[in-house]
């Protein structure tokens, strides 16, 4: 009886070895010693641009049928994939967003990797915005350290997401159910070689520039909701136009407007960049209409930086689109209602870049400001998912996360980027201490970011070097009954959220970012 007492303590002390171990190698830090912490400054001098685009779709992945049209892969209920390399498994791109087991069963229109880099006196700029969901800071720094090798003149590479939810996970918790991962290793290092690609190739494109900022504040909220209280989007359009100094052609366009591209929604199933898609055609090739071109293009390549999307800021079922030149209306989620959406997009972009009062810039000063933060990752099921390897993030300390925020600013025009899903009432102002929240506080996230970001232009973009989930005020915080503004249930952005402690910590770090923008005027 001794002996077998022995033997199962001994079994389980070894088990319990083993446990650690494996916990040791799943949370241990990709990137030993990593820190961004940069101060720099360039005065007023030749502004160079440059712009490419590079196609990371997917390819040669299995498809199949969906049976009873549900958008998930079930066996059970007669779903079949076609076995192209007869290895007796499903060799499928998963789709991110929504729910789990939705994979792609085509391909609806590609999925870019768009870069801009900018050069001022002697400071280099990289900014790629990439068709994903999300891409999390270890693979965004895996990325950086390629680009550093083949480009080591770029100061700071920025890589943003536009966070469309009909593209493939790369983040993992997307997979064929909750407890398997979705990415797939191969595709990841396609997005990171496309990146590092599109960087090199607007790189070396660079050439003498002008540049126009221009704002349209209201024309674009009814094609964005909000579908948690207190109602605050993040609906003005902010762009920069960058046009050659001596052909006066457009090299590129930066559109920078708040709204998840799920116009698509969850019943998809082809691989899309969902309203972004149309929208930057539009943008660079012009609209048609039948056989008529109705809107000539700029030309150049269009990018779409994304927003401040939290609680959460949608074009949702119930929200029609009507096209802007034909005046029919779109309600059920379809490839039509984001061509309509993408047409609207397009039609005010292009009439808010026609007005001829704009200034061009020719010579302008550039400035950078970005820090590496930690995160707590409160969230147990973000633990228990990254314990088991569905959730691929290296902890710089016990449940600590590495992050990053930044600004940086070129001539008049401020640039913010955040790890995640902001909320636009910290950005804008207008965050509620509602009954029921599980913290009676008052709003913590004063002054807003905005009132914040000095310059006459401000730009902000969500899921820039990392991806964190929703970054929801703490006065707001709900996930305990009795739920706020009368849910019967807790609302979805706290699901998804490293923790209470996020959003004021990042508005800290941003507020110190600005704070510390070399030679700005505050």
């Not at 969850?266 to 071109?293: C, H, K, M, T």
Request: with cysteine; hydrophobic share 40%.
């Amino acid at each position: 009886m001794k002996k077998a007492f022995w033997i199962i303590l001994g079994c389980l002390f070894l088990l319990m070895v083993g446990m650690g171990t494996y916990a040791l190698f799943q949370f241990r830090d990709r990137h030993p010693n990593y820190q961004i912490d940069l101060k720099l400054y360039a005065g007023p001098g030749t502004l160079e641009g440059g712009f490419a685009k590079v196609d990371i779709t997917p390819s040669n992945f299995e498809t199949w049928e969906d049976v009873n049209g549900n958008s998930k892969f079930d066996p059970e209920s007669g779903d079949r994939y076609i076995d192209k390399n007869g290895n007796g498994k499903f060799d499928a791109i998963w789709l991110a967003g929504f729910h789990n087991a939705r994979p792609a069963q085509s391909v609806r229109d590609k999925l870019w990797a768009r870069a801009m880099v900018l050069k001022s006196g002697d400071i280099t700029l990289a900014l790629c915005v990439i068709d994903m969901i999300g891409f999390g800071n270890d693979e965004v720094i895996t990325t950086r350290k390629m680009i550093a090798e083949a480009l080591p003149d770029i100061d700071y590479v920025i890589i943003a997401s536009t966070h469309v939810h009909s593209s493939p996970d790369v983040m993992g918790i997307w997979g064929p159910s909750q407890y398997a991962s979705g990415i797939n290793s191969a595709y990841v290092a396609q997005v990171q070689t496309g990146i590092k690609d599109a960087v090199a190739q607007a790189y070396v494109a660079k050439k003498k520039a002008l540049v126009k900022f221009a704002v349209e504040p209201g024309r674009l909220k009814n094609l964005v909701g909000d579908t948690r209280m207190p109602v605050v989007t993040d609906a003005g359009l902010k762009l920069m136009q960058v046009i050659d100094a001596e052909t006066n052609k457009t090299l590129g366009t930066l559109m920078n407007w708040g709204n998840h591209p799920e116009t698509l929604w969850s019943e998809n199933i082809q691989l899309s960049s969902d309203f972004a898609d149309p929208w930057r055609n539009y943008v660079e090739n012009g609209i048609p209409v039948s056989d008529s071109l109705v809107a000539p293009g700029i030309g150049g390549v269009a990018i779409f930086l994304n927003g401040a999307i939290g609680g959460l800021m949608t074009t949702h079922p119930d929200m029609s689109v009507t096209d802007p030149y034909t005046g029919k209306t779109y309600a059920k989620p379809s490839p039509e209602k984001i061509q309509a959406q993408g047409k609207a997009l397009a039609k005010i972009t292009l009439e808010t870049l026609r007005d001829t009062s704009a200034t061009l810039h020719a010579s302008l000063d550039m400035g950078i400001s970005a820090k590496s933060i930690e995160l707590a990752m409160d969230n147990d099921l973000f633990h228990l998912a990254a314990f088991l390897g569905i959730f691929d993030r290296g902890f710089v300390r016990w449940k600590k996360i590495r992050s990053e925020v930044s600004a940086w600013f070129l001539g008049p025009a401020t640039f913010v980027h955040v790890p995640g899903e902001l909320y636009p009432e910290i950005l804008h102002g207008g965050i509620g201490s509602p009954d029921g929240a599980d913290f009676q506080v008052s709003p913590i996230e004063v002054p807003s970011i905005g009132s914040r970001i000095p310059g006459q232009y401000a730009f902000f973009s969500g899921m820039s070097n990392d991806m964190i989930g929703y970054i929801v005020p703490k006065s707001q915080w709900d996930v305990k009954p009795p739920f706020t503004y009368g849910y019967s249930k807790r609302p979805y952005g706290e699901i998804n959220s490293l923790g209470p402690e996020t959003a004021p910590n990042i508005h800290q770090a941003v507020l110190r970012v600005l704070d510390n923008l070399p030679h700005r005027v505050k």
